[in-house]
């Protein structure tokens, strides 16, 4: 193995990860020490810092979809996209939330891979609006191991009109909302470098009225997965119980955002909170299904296909869950 990293001045263009192993295949200790190593070398190359304190951006209207758990191709993943089309075409879009898990089963092999087009282009193509990525355990690998795999999606920035990850962890700014996209696979794994010290100074100096966080993996769940500390039924052990995400969530951005959006679960859902306030929607049945066993005291599920649209104006946030037949089947208001 060999890593292409040129400290200080790395970027994700410069990292490379070539596997040297005739059969493919990386012991999970290399694989590890190997992600570790690549997401601290890139950790300069991340997208512009929030607003400076006290400096609140201009108030405005925007408009978004969120949805994960997409990149199959399948005949399921149109049936959301088509009905995604005909929300934004009635209601306006400005851009959408990809929640990871964006090229099933194991990512992609090089900004080349066709699967891009196969799993994205074709499927939005007629969504003429960015879409801000997260990345999900599958896109790292069949484990959520291979750190390279993650990074090709980074790269991909360069190369769609559509796809914006210009890290594997960033910040943007619409109007008068922050959004702190994270890279929950990370958090999964304990390998997340500096990415907790930098988004609790991101969350913290934000003057926006709204602060909305997205990542791959849930905090609370009712679907197959569960809520992170017990994820599988699991309790105890970080690298499968997601001890780290619950941590990284209870200590960076609950109380302090007000929504965090997650896949992993293939259902929609609506939680009670138990987040200090932070609200928590699950969006990830934007290509496939899951039942919802879980207890979680949740304002809306449905383990059926369809995505979240949400409207902020001012101090006003309407949110809707919408089916494949463009149905709102569930919706919400918060009032600042």
Known sequence: MELGIKPPHCTPHSVKLNNRFSNGRLPQSIILYSLLILLAACDNSIIEPPPEPGQPPEIGTIKFVALGDTGTGSQNQYAVANAIQKTCESQGCDFALLLGDNVYDTGVDGIDDPQFQSKFEEPYRNLNFPFYVVLGNHDYGTAGLIAEKGQHQVIYSDTSD??????????????????????TNAQFWGVDTNQKQKMTAWINASAATWKIVFGHHPYKSNGPHGNAGKYEGIPGVPFISGDHIKDFAENVWCGKADLYLSGHDHSRQWLESTCQGTQLIVSGAGAKTTDLPGTNTALFQADTLGFLYISITGKQLNAAFI????????SHTLKK
Request: hydrophobic share 35%; no cysteine; glycine share 4%.
């Open 323 to 330: 089916n494949t037949n463009g149905d709102v089947e569930f």
């Open 162 to 183: 559509k796809w914006r990850m210009p890290h594997h962890y960033y910040q943007f700014t619409q109007a008068h909302v922050d959004f702190f996209a994270l890279d």
